[in-house]
């Protein structure tokens, strides 16, 4: 995407250019000059008027075809007085291999990652003057925001109910439940957020990964699957019968986008996946992408019913159907399947969500002195304190 693009019909809302100017920071524009001469100049001057808040601090020419191209460029810029800070010529042993969404994952190549990575920054620090872009990037002022802090956006750690004897060997080393992670070659889209707000709810965050790990990691209490590319691991994914039973089976919370939502269903392109969800998906042609707004249809570990949702979606898939009806194992709870891959749900635990509801058929206790937090249906009535739960309100019970 371009330096203004972000969300369609709010004036680049969450572009590039909209960070830069919350920070006041200036922009280094890198420029792919393939088949352009003083026309690059002509694009240049555009970026630079188009937002005078946006300050232009210099270009990076990329893609040089030639020192007689190179030239033609520089003088060019020169007219309209924005500096060049480097060039680049073409160069084949940087190049990164991209498919239907994108490049491909550094996970899935990492050794050649590695050296792609040492080869573009010799030639950056060949061709780039790196003195003028440090002096450019100080011209900023300082940041005068506070950094954030997951603790701060947590608040208090979520209350734990006290523990029986089989919970509380479901503990993790912290003392907290143990919330997985999917990872691995498969999804590689996770966000280091997700993990940083559960562990400072009181969460012990434990990765696996789906295409080697034969099953849940010992004591889950939740599960957290993001995006990735199913769809070029089908087979594997599809092989590991062990952990997609042990998925199907899994009575916790699960909360799913993008590619965890493919994995969760039937199938994938014919090929069998977990079966949480009652769909199938495959790939098209189309692409699909944008910021959407969209309303939590039911409580979920991840929303109230009638809050305000946003994510980005970004995909090649359909499912069938194309969206749940409140039933387990139809994209609901307690298997929250997100309406828009590619967003981040705000945190949840296994012993409910910071500051939202209880999950349907979970509920609070009503005696603090016990300890307070979530529970779950069989543990409410077993010390017979709660509140009344979703399904007692007339909700429809999952748990």
């Given at each position: 995407m371009g330096l203004h693009d972000g969300a369609v019909g709010r004036?680049?809302?969450?572009?590039?250019?909209?960070?830069?100017?919350?920070?006041?920071?200036?922009?280094?524009?890198?420029?792919?000059?393939?088949?352009?001469?003083?026309?690059?100049?002509?694009?240049?001057?555009?970026?630079?008027?188009?937002?005078?808040?946006?300050?232009?601090?210099?270009?990076?020419?990329?893609?040089?075809?030639?020192p007689r191209h190179e030239r033609l460029l520089r003088d060019a810029l020169a007219e309209v007085g924005v500096p060049v800070l480097g060039a680049l010529t073409r160069a084949t042993e940087v190049a990164a291999p991209s498919r239907h969404l994108g490049l491909v994952p550094v996970?899935?190549?990492?050794?050649?990652?590695?050296?792609?990575v040492a080869a573009l920054a010799d030639l950056v620090d060949a061709a780039v003057d790196l003195d003028a872009v440090l002096a450019l990037a100080r011209s900023a002022p300082p940041l005068t925001a506070q950094a954030w802090d997951p603790a701060e956006a947590v608040g208090l750690p979520v209350a734990a109910p006290a523990l029986g004897h089989a919970e509380a060997r479901a503990a993790g080393p912290s003392g907290g439940p143990v919330v997985a992670?999917?990872?691995g070659r498969a999804f590689t889209f996770s966000y280091a957020e997700t993990t940083e707000l559960l562990a400072a709810a009181g969460a012990t965050v434990v990765p696996f990964d789906p295409l080697r790990d034969p099953g849940l990691p010992s004591g889950t209490r939740a599960v957290v699957i993001g995006g990735g590319f199913?769809?070029?691991?089908?087979?594997?994914?599809?092989?590991?019968?062990?952990?997609?039973?042990?998925?199907?089976?899994?009575?916790g919370p699960v909360v799913a986008e993008c590619a965890g939502l493919l994995y969760l269903g039937r199938s994938l392109d014919g090929v069998p996946m977990c079966g949480r969800l009652d769909l199938t998906a495959r790939m098209t042609g189309r692409l699909t992408l944008g910021y959407r707004d969209a309303v939590a249809a039911a409580d979920s570990p991840v929303?109230?019913?009638?809050?305000?949702?946003?994510?980005?979606?970004?995909?090649?898939?359909?499912?069938?159907?194309?969206?749940?009806?409140?039933?387990?194992?139809?994209?609901?709870?307690p298997t929250t399947a997100s309406s828009t891959p590619g967003?981040?749900?705000?945190?949840?635990?296994?012993?409910?969500?910071?500051?939202?509801?209880?999950?349907?058929?979970?509920?609070?206790?009503?005696?603090?002195r016990a300890g307070g937090g979530w529970l779950g249906p069989?543990?409410?009535?077993?010390?017979?304190?709660?509140?009344?739960?979703?399904?007692?309100?007339?909700?429809?019970?999952?748990?």
């Open positions: 004036r680049g809302y969450a572009s590039t250019a909209h960070v830069a100017r919350l920070i006041a920071a200036p922009v280094v524009l890198v420029l792919d000059t393939t088949a352009q001469g003083r026309s690059a100049a002509a694009l240049v001057l555009g970026m630079r008027a188009f937002d005078p808040e946006v300050r232009v601090g210099g270009v990076i020419l990329n893609r040089v075809g030639s996970a899935e190549r990492a050794p050649e990652s590695v050296a792609v992670i999917a990872g199913p769809e070029a691991h089908a087979d594997a994914l599809a092989g590991n019968t062990t952990l997609r039973a042990d998925l199907a089976a899994f009575d929303a109230r019913a009638g809050e305000p949702v946003r994510g980005h979606e970004f995909h090649r898939t359909v499912t069938d159907p194309g969206h749940g009806d409140g039933r387990r194992g139809a994209g609901t709870t967003c981040t749900p705000p945190t949840c635990t296994p012993t409910g969500p910071v500051s939202r509801a209880p999950p349907v058929g979970w509920s609070r206790r009503v005696d603090e069989a543990r409410c009535r077993q010390e017979r304190r709660c509140g009344p739960s979703a399904a007692d309100r007339g909700g429809r019970r999952t748990g």
